[in-house]
């Protein structure tokens, strides 16, 4: 970035959080999600600074739930409601899946049969598609940290449901 104007942008983003946070607040010193805001704060200077050369994220699930999706462990989530019955596997992968169900996920399945994993993954592509979940304010981060500094190297997560 050669215009630390251009940078601006990430730090006005964070001070207006924090002002939304500081809104009803007489004394930001003893409120901790300000304090926190204000670290943020310094954290987008730093970003935006000649300092900072790229910026790796690393996410989980914690990301989408916000968004309405459930993670895949908790009741109704996808371990909970996997149905091996109704995938597309042999009758030893099913029941691998019967008694595990993270098998469904796991590398070594989908090197010799991919539909179990692109079939439960299926159902979070057509949510987003269908606009039925929506890009959180972390995802919303990251498409701008990528798209203002180019800085974003890298994301690493787990997540499978497209946003």
Not at 2 to 29: C, H, M, P, R, T
Not at 73 to 83: A, E, H, I, Q
Request: aromatic share 8%.
């Amino acid at each position: 970035m050669e215009n630390d104007d251009e940078g601006k942008w990430l730090v006005q983003w964070y001070e207006e959080k924090a002002a939304s946070v500081n809104s009803n607040i007489s004394d930001i010193s003893e409120h901790k999600e300000m304090k926190a805001i204000k670290d943020l704060v310094g954290l987008a200077r730093f970003i935006v600074s000649p300092e900072c050369q790229s910026v790796a994220i690393l996410t989980g699930a914690g990301v989408s739930v916000a968004s309405g999706i459930p993670d895949f462990r908790s009741p109704g989530g996808m371990y909970d409601t996997l149905r091996p019955e109704l995938i597309t596997a042999t009758e030893t992968q099913r029941r691998l899946m019967q008694m595990d169900p993270t098998y469904v996920v796991e590398r070594g399945i989908f090197m010799k049969n991919s539909f179990p994993y692109m079939e439960v993954r299926r159902p979070f592509i057509l949510g987003v598609r269908e606009k039925k979940w929506k890009p959180t304010i972390a995802h919303h981060f990251a498409s701008l940290l990528h798209s203002k500094t180019g800085k974003l190297t890298r994301v690493y997560t787990q997540n499978i449901d497209g946003l």
